[in-house]
Every structure is written in C-alpha cells, then in structure tokens.
C-alpha cells in the first residue's frame, strides 16, 4: 500500500520532454509518487533530472520497457494508478538507418506497457476504476501538408491566411511516412485497440515539434545552437523550405498535466504551436540568436550554413490545428517564439558541461556517420 494520492509511472523520463514533465509533476504534486521508468539509451540522461532526484516523490528505475515482467512487477510494486508514456526511439534520421530497433521500442514496448497495465489493473477489486494510460504521440503520424505559400513568405507563416483550413486535426487520417512516425502510428493504434477491446481507459495526444532546454543535440536546434559555437557547418537539408509547427516543451509539460487530468476517456487531443516556421528562417534566427549572445558580429556565422542532400522522404509541413484542446481544456501556449528561442539559446550557452557531456563517447561518431557523403 502507498500513502500517496496517486501513483503514476512516467516512461521516458530522463529525456528531453519526458524530464519536463518528471520535474512538473513532481514539483507541482508532492502528494503524488511520480516513477520514471528509462533505458537510459543515448537520449536519456539522468543530468536532465538532477534538481528532482532527491525529492522524497521521486524514484528512478533504470528498465527497458520491452521487459513486459519488469512492468508487471513495477506496476503491482508501486500500486500505479496512472502511466504517462514518453519513451520511445525519436530520431526520423536514425529510424531511417536502423527501423528495427524502433518498431522494437515503439511498437513492442508500447504493447509490454499496456498488457502489463491491463494484468494488473483487471487483477484490481476495483478494476479500471482511477486509472489511466496517457500515451504521447507526435503530429508526425497523420503524414504531411501541402506547401502552399507564396515564394518568399516570411516565417513565422500567418498560417490561416496562406493555408487556409489546411491542419492536421484529430481527425485527420494516419498516413505515417517515415519507419519512425510508423511505429508512432501502429502504436497509437495499439493504445486505442486497448480501449476499445478490453475498457482500458487511455488518451493520446499528437504533439508538433517541441523545442527547449535538454533536447539531444541531433535535432535541429539544439545542434544548430552547438555547431555555431564551434565554427561547424550548419547542414541544412535540401532548400530549406519544409515547415514545422514549434512549441516551447514547458508549454507541452503543461498540455500533458491537464490532458492527464482532465482529458476525456477514449479522447484524442491535438497540440501544437500554431507557430509554423521553414527550417531557412528557424536557422536565420538561430544565427541571429547565438552569435548576438556569443558576442560575434551580427549575422558572422551566416557562412556555416550548407545546403546538403535532403532526408529521404522528407515530410514537407507538419501543422497542427490544436483549437480543440483550447475550446475543451483551455490550454494554450503561453510562450511567444521569440522568447523561446531566446531562453533556449541562452540555456544552451549557459550549460556547455551538459553539452560537452552528451557530445562526449559515440556522439562525434555518429554525427560523422550521418552527415557522410550528404
Ligand atoms: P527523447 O529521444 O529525448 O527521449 C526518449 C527517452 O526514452 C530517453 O530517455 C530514452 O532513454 C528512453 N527510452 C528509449 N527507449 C527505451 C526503452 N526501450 N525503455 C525505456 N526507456 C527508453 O525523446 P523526446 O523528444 O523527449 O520524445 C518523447 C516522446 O514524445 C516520444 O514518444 C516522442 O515520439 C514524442 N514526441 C516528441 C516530439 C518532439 O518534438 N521531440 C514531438 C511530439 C511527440
Ligand atoms: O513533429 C514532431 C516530431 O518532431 C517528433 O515526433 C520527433 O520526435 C522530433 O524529432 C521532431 O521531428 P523532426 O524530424 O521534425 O525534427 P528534427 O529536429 O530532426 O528536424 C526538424 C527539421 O529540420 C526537419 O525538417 C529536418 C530539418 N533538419 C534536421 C536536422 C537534424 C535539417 O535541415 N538539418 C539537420 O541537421
């Protein structure tokens, strides 16, 4: 028996958003028992949770989420009552070159996790009563948008007027692309085949490209950010021209705490920036940014950027219509971009020892091997 008022297992928690919302939940509910589950793979890093970790709310397992007896046994352990369910493979380029081990993770972790979930909470007097399965999925599922606009229209994209209607909603249809929003897909539909089949109450968001502090360096900002430090080449992929909707990750934390306690059974909700930037003008801006804040002459590091071959099947726009968990929850951004990519900027400057840290080992290796030959 615990004595906490809820007790609920988050998976993913030692990576970029999964730490976020570790250290929301556990500075937000002391009465809560917030269990971060992670491998620790090269995303997941216990530097990301270092202000939580001694909090008497907090434990830590390091676990595979494949290991369906391990969940099993965390589960009845810890009397979960709720799951928020981060981990997974996140890297499109990596899902490009090894798909196996995302189907594995994605795909079969996320089916270990609910099949756990459903032993023991069936095995329960009170059943499926309390309780919740909060899946975490990504705007990368329902496929991509057209590109619309003008020739030259100028980032941050006023969205309704060049696109008209034209978002992903929830009832967009999935239409994954890459290996990575397949296995994204297939385990969304795992989650709802959970509900449907068996009551198992679950939710799932579609979230659009978050951006902030302790994200791995092979996304676009965070590695911009460090390459210009270091006087390396910007890679941009192909023109330049695709878009993604941006959402500071504090803003997503946030959308999570609500969804997970006041979202509607069975529900889907949508998430997203209505912020859409092409990835030109998100580098101009990064330039900008960091070289203002390193000191440099404005705009010294505009020679960085290089133009190299595109990421095959590169979805061209992602743009998430987010107005129904606005008109039903009441949650909205609270950040303009502008300032979020400043405290980013500033984060990563300021935490160069986190930088150097996870840059350390295999990274260099396989920054070397995936920008080879581009
Ligand atoms: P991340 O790669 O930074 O972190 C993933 C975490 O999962 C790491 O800590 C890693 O160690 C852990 N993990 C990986 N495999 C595991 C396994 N088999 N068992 C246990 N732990 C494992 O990812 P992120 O960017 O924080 O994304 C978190 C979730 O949000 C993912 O499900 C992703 O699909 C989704 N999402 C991400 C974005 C984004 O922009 N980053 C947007 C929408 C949705
Ligand atoms: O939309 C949500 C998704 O956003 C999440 O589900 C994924 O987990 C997350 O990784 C992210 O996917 P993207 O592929 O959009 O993010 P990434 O940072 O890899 O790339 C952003 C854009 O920048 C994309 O159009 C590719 C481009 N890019 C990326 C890198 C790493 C470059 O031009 N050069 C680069 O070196």
């Known amino acids: ?65 494949c290991d369906y007896d391990a969940m099993l046994t965390l589960m009845r352990q810890h009397s979960i009552d709720g799951i928020i369910h981060l981990a997974a493979e996140s890297h499109v380029d990596r899902s490009i070159k090894d798909p196996f081990t995302f189907a594995r993770t994605n795909v079969m972790g996320t089916l270990s996790l609910l099949q756990a979930a459903k032993v023991y909470w069936e095995s329960l007097p009170e059943g499926y009563d309390g309780k919740r399965f909060y899946h975490i999925s990504t705007d990368e599922v329902y496929g ?16 309704h007027e060049v696109y008209g209607d034209s978002f992903f909603t929830e009832d967009t249809k999935y239409a ?47 590695l911009f950010i460090n390459n210009i430090r270091h006087r390396r080449p910007l890679p941009v992929y192909g023109k330049g021209e695709n878009v993604r909707d941006w959402l500071y990750v504090e803003d997503h934390a946030r959308a999570i705490d609500t969804i997970f306690h006041h979202g509607k059974t069975a529900d889907t909700y949508n998430i997203g920036g209505f912020n859409e930037w092409k990835n030109i003008d998100i580098v101009k801006v990064l330039i900008k940014t960091t070289d203002r804040l390193l000191g440099n002459p404005e705009g010294s590091s505009s020679d960085l950027i290089t133009y190299v071959t595109d990421r095959k099947g590169h979805d061209l726009r992602y743009a998430i219509d987010s107005s129904k968990l606005k008109r039903e929850l009441g949650w909205q951004p609270s950040l303009q971009f502008e300032e979020g990519i400043e405290r980013t900027v500033r984060w990563y400057l300021d935490n160069q020892a986190w930088m150097d840290n996870v840059t350390s080992g295999d990274y260099m290796r396989y920054y070397e091997e995936m920008y080879r030959g581009r």
């Open 144 to 159: 991509a948008l057209e590109l619309t606009h003008p020739e030259g229209v100028a980032s941050p994209i006023s969205a």
């Open 1 to 65: 028996m615990s004595n906490y008022k809820r007790n609920i297992m988050i998976t993913g928690g030692a990576g970029f958003i999964g730490s976020h919302v570790v250290r929301l939940f556990v500075n937000t509910y002391p009465d809560y028992h917030i269990i971060n589950l992670d491998k620790l793979t090269y995303a997941g890093n216990l530097a990301n949770l270092r202000d939580v970790e001694d909090k008497p709310n907090y434990t830590f397992v390091k676990v595979d989420i």
């Open 176 to 222: 994954p692309h890459s290996p990575y929003s397949a296995s994204k897909a297939s385990s969304d539909h795992f989650v709802r085949a959970f509900h449907d089949t068996y009551g198992m109450p679950t939710i799932v968001t579609n979230c659009s490209n978050n951006y902030g502090p302790y994200q791995f360096p092979e996304k676009l900002i965070p």
